[in-house]
C-alpha cells in the first residue's frame, strides 16, 4: 500500500489549499493526519480519494492516479461529516449497496455494531441525529475494509461511550485485517494512542511526518516558578511559555533526541510529557500566541 503526492497545489479560486504538499505513506499503520483549520487536510484526503482533481501535481494510490480511476474507488474509503447517501435508501439498503460496491465489506459486523449503538437499519440516513449520521458514517467505513481507509474528523459530536468504542472496534478490526488507516481530527482524546505515524499539515505543505512516539518525545512541558522556567527555557527552543497563575509559568519547549532536561534540584520545576495535540498546536501557533493579541487588542484603549 503506497499513497504517494509530489508538489500537489490545489486551488479554489484565489485559495490556494495545498501549496506544494510532498509525502510518501506507506504499509499498513494507522496514521494520523494532523494540522490547525485550514491547513489542508480534508482537501488532500479528497485528493486520495479521487473526489477532487489536484490543480498540479502528481498524487498516487496503489501506483494509479486516483481521480477517476474505478480501481481506486473500490480500495478507498474517504468517511467524512459531508457523506451523503441517496435519500430513498434505508440504512439497510446502504449497507447493501456497500456490499456491492467493496469486495471486503463485511455487513454482519456493520449491522451489529449499529444495533450495539442503537441505530435502527430500518431508518433513513437523513432522519438520525448528527452524532448517530456520524457514528453510522464511521461504522460503514470501518466494516468496508478498504486497504486504504481514510476517516475525516470522524468522532464530530460523538459522546464519549460511543467514541470509544469505536476506537475499541477500529482497533481490533485493524489488528485483525491490517490496512493503511489515515485519521484526521482535532479532538485527538482516545486517538491518538492509535496512531504510528503523524503528518502534520501546515498552510498546505509538510511540516513533519515521522513515528508517533518519536514526534511527542521531541517535546517537554516544564512548569513552575516563573523565574526559574525562564531559566531553563533560556537554554533550550521555546515554543510557547505564558504566565498560569502569578509568579508561576509553564512553557512547551523542544527536546532534542537522546538528551535528558537538567533541572536544578529544589527549583520547584516540573517536567511532564506534552499531548500530540498540544505538541503540533504548539509547534504551528503564531510567534506571541493569542496573548499577544488580546494584549496588542486592548492596550491602545
Ligand atoms: N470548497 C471550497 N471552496 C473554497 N475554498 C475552500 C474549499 N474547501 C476548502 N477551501 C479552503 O482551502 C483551505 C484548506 O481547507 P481544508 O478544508 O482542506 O483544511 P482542513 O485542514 O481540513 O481544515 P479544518 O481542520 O478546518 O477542517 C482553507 O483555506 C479553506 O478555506
Known amino acids: 500500500m503506497e499513497v504517494t503526492f509530489q508538489q500537489v497545489v490545489r486551488q479554489y479560486g484565489k485559495t490556494e489549499a495545498l501549496s506544494g504538499l510532498t509525502l510518501n505513506l506507506d504499509g499498513d499503520k494507522i496514521i494520523g493526519i494532523l ?11 479528497q485528493i486520495a480519494a479521487g473526489h477532487l482533481k489536484p490543480s498540479g501535481g502528481k498524487v498516487s494510490i496503489f501506483g494509479e492516479n486516483p481521480f477517476n480511476s474505478l480501481f481506486a474507488s473500490a480500495n478507498t474509503l474517504l468517511v467524512h461529516e459531508g457523506m451523503s447517501f441517496p435519500p430513498a435508501l434505508r440504512l439497510n439498503a446502504i449497507l447493501g449497496e456497500m456490499e456491492r460496491a467493496y469486495p471486503s465489506f463485511d455487513k454482519k459486523l456493520a449491522r451489529s455494531l449499529l444495533e450495539h449503538f442503537g441505530i435502527p437499519d430500518n431508518a433513513f440516513h437523513i432522519q438520525l441525529s448528527k452524532g448517530m449520521k456520524n457514528t453510522f458514517n464511521m461504522v460503514a467505513g470501518i466494516a468496508a475494509r478498504t486497504p486504504l481507509t481514510m476517516f475525516d474528523e470522524p468522532l464530530n459530536g460523538m459522546d464519549a461511550g460511543v467514541r470509544s468504542d469505536l476506537l475499541q472496534v477500529l482497533l481490533k478490526d485493524y ?5 493503511m488507516i489515515l485519521l484526521s481530527g482535532h479532538q ?14 501546515h498552510q498546505g505543505r509538510l511540516l513533519h511526518h515521522g513515528n508517533a512516539d518519536e514526534f511527542k518525545e521531541g517535546f517537554a512541558r516544564i512548569s513552575g516558578p516563573a523565574s526559574e522556567v525562564r531559566r531553563a527555557a533560556s537554554k533550550v527552543q521555546v515554543l510557547e511559555l505564558h504566565e498560569t497563575l502569578p509568579g508561576m509559568a509553564e512553557a512547551i519547549i523542544m527536546v532534542q533526541p537522546g538528551t535528558t532536561l537538567f533541572m536544578n534540584e529544589g527549583s520547584g520545576l516540573k517536567s511532564t510529557s506534552v499531548s500530540l495535540g498540544d505538541a503540533y498546536v504548539a509547534m504551528t501557533r503564531k ?4 496573548d499577544r493579541v488580546y494584549a496588542d487588542a486592548t492596550d491602545s484603549r
Open 35 to 45: 494540522g490547525r483549520n485550514g491547513a489542508g487536510k480534508s482537501t488532500a484526503l
Open 175 to 179: 489488528i485483525a485485517r491490517p490496512r
Open 188 to 201: 485527538l482524546e482516545g486517538m491518538e494512542d492509535l496512531f504510528e505515524e503523524v503528518v502534520i499539515l
Open 287 to 290: 510567534k506571541g500566541g493569542i
